[in-house]
């Protein structure tokens, strides 16, 4: 930062608000894409352990140990195989994050079901299919959307990492900005970064509401079922 | 739909080297309700689970209109059963209304007549549709949540009835009424009902027929109520049943069964003398003052009405419990020692009063009950309790 320089120029700001609103976009792409996907995996995972449970270690283990990997090394092991400022690259190292979360809480949201529930569905005659899509997930569904929240928000987080290799949305005015010693795009990215995480948690949550009205009476009155 | 036959054919099931239920025979006729009790471990909700095949058997048949359970698709088959648990097992996630809709929508009915339905038998358990249908499972007590699952079993009509201690878990009042209602529903329906409980007093007032079953899922006695509480099959039976055993009995006979004495009602207002000397004349010196539908307010001591001037509802003292004819007379007996007096009022489904119940007359019942002789036709002895 250079001295007597305020630390943020909003006349860059309104100069560069294309190029702003581009990012923000990216990095939403970037998230939604990475979540998304992360989500489709793990459901597909959390069925397969639904279905056999010896499995649920050893996936739990593997999305455990992707997740330590810290994110800029896992940038530049995936670099040669993917390439260098491609958006696979990123989105590989994206989704792998996700998978902890997402896996743990489905798995979790599904065994919360009360047996009870469980054994009257059956006995309803609901197919072991229909009851699992039509009892289970839905029950499952406040866990589920919970690590949806917390998958999502460490997504915005880290999309701003990507910018090492060229792929990060809001983390390209950071970096920008640490670069030319200059802090207005840094400022500006972190601050958009900050906001669409919270305004992302905030709309999933208003989501959640609305698909589980059930959900807040039961809070009150019962608990958690 | 007409109630079918149940039927047991020596059905064992073990797991391992376990024995849950061992060889169970029993037939349970149409429309008639069959209470299997024991004690825990007893096989009694293994034997009920095999009938919708939520677990099947290692050995035997069970045949529900002569069809053999495990000829049937298991899903065919228990969309075709109504099934009560204890934890009543409703849907968190959906309303009430949409609760008793299942089995229908898994059948495949079209949305006007599920809709119908489900009013129906709302209405049925005594519930409101307006202001139930709606309402989550959360937002019920214990009692309502049983009457949604009852209403739930019924709504595709079944012939058959599972019920697995279904009134577990509410309070004992509650539990008192809904089984009156079960038993008013039944009268109307007469569904086959498999019926699980650990209680012998439940199943004494419910059962048209009771199996006693014993660990390691043993049949101790199959037999009426009456039957079982006379003549105990064997020692462990006896002992199950209980020392009361006559008192128990009292079970067996409602309040419809005793001769009401009539009531002497006034209400708020009436001439005093007249009523004074009147009530001289009875062994019963008591006045039931009766609002203006005839529904009772309390009682009024022959030394506290006024020699001229008017009854005053205000001089009425502490109520009699109001009983149905539908109460057994051991629930009524109950009733009358909790609450310290001599007469119980009788009331119709209006709360007016039909006539009063006396402690006198149930220990009259009680005499009257045949004495079970020490040494009277043992009946076939299924199980060797020694």
């Known amino acids: 930062m250079r001295e007597g320089e305020p630390l943020i120029q909003w006349e860059w700001i309104a100069r560069n608000g294309d190029q702003i609103i581009g990012r923000l976009v990216q990095h939403i792409g970037l998230t939604v894409i990475a979540v998304g996907f992360g989500l489709a995996i793990s459901l597909v995972l959390a069925l397969l352990i639904y279905r056999r449970r010896a499995l649920y270690g050893p996936l739990s283990g593997i999305a455990a140990t992707l997740y330590t990997i810290p994110s800029i090394a896992l940038f530049a092991i995936l670099t040669p195989i993917t390439g260098f400022g491609s958006i696979v690259t990123a989105e590989i190292a994206l989704i792998s994050y996700t998978l902890l979360i997402l896996l743990r809480n489905i798995v979790a949201g599904l065994d919360g079901v009360p047996p009870d529930v469980r054994e009257a569905a059956s006995a309803m005659g609901y197919s072991a299919w229909q009851r699992l899509w039509r009892v289970e997930m839905p029950l499952a569904l406040p866990l589920i959307i919970a690590g949806v929240r917390v998958a999502t928000v460490t997504t915005v987080g880290l999309v701003t990492v990507a910018a090492v290799i060229g792929q990060g949305g809001l983390g390209q005015l950071i970096l920008s900005g640490l670069r030319s010693f200059f802090t207005t795009p840094t400022y500006v990215g972190a601050f958009l970064s900050l906001a669409l995480a919270l305004a992302l948690d905030v709309s999933l949550l208003s989501l959640q509401r609305m698909l589980t009205p059930w959900a807040r009476v039961a809070n009150v009155a019962a608990g958690p079922r | ?386």
């Open chain 2, 1 to 386: 739909m007409n109630a079918v036959d149940l039927e047991f054919r020596n059905v064992t099931r073990r797991y391992g080297t376990v024995v849950a239920v061992d060889d169970l025979s029993l037939l349970v006729p149409a429309g008639k309700i069959c209470v299997l009790v024991g004690p825990s471990g007893c096989g009694k909700t293994t034997s009920l689970k095999m009938v919708n095949r939520l677990i099947e058997p290692s050995e035997g048949q069970i045949l529900i209109g002569g069809r053999d359970v495990m000829a049937q698709d298991p899903i065919e088959l228990r969309r075709g059963i109504g099934y009560v648990i204890q934890q009543v097992g409703l849907l968190p996630h959906l309303s009430v209304g949409r609760n008793v809709a299942v089995v229908p929508g898994l059948l495949g009915w079209e949305g006007k007549r599920i809709d119908a339905r489900v009013d129906e038998l709302l209405g049925l358990v005594g519930l409101k549709p307006g202001s139930y249908r709606n309402r989550y499972p959360a937002e019920l007590s214990g009692g309502e949540r049983q009457r949604v699952g009852v209403a739930r079993a019924l709504a595709a009509d079944p012939p058959l009835m599972l019920m697995d201690e279904p009134f577990g878990a509410v309070d004992p009042i509650v539990r008192e009424r809904l089984q009156n209602e079960l038993l008013r529903l039944q009268e109307r329906l007469a569904k086959t009902i498999l019926f699980v409980t650990h209680d012998i007093d439940e199943a004494v007032k419910m059962g048209d027929l009771v199996a006693v079953l014993q660990v390691g899922g043993v049949l101790a006695q199959f037999a009426s109520p009456a039957e079982i509480l006379a003549h105990p099959a064997s020692d462990f039976v006896a002992r199950f049943v209980g020392a009361d055993r006559g008192l128990k009995r009292l079970s067996l006979s409602r309040v419809a069964d005793l001769e009401l004495l009539p009531a002497m009602t006034a209400r708020d207002g009436d001439p005093a003398a007249p009523l004074k000397q009147r009530l001289s004349a009875t062994a019963f010196p008591y006045l039931l003052l009766v609002d203006e539908d005839g529904r009772p307010v309390g009682w009024l001591d022959q030394d506290d009405l006024p020699g001229d001037g008017a009854v005053a509802a205000s001089a009425a003292v502490s109520m009699s419990p109001l009983l149905s004819r539908r109460t057994t007379l051991k629930d009524a007996l109950s009733q009358l020692l909790d609450a310290d007096v001599m007469a119980g009022i009788v009331v119709d489904e209006q709360e007016r009063v039909l006539g009063l119940v006396t402690v006198e007359q149930m220990a009259g019942a009680l005499r009257d009950q045949r004495p079970a002789a020490a040494f009277s036709d043992v009946k076939e002895v299924t199980v060797d309790d020694a």
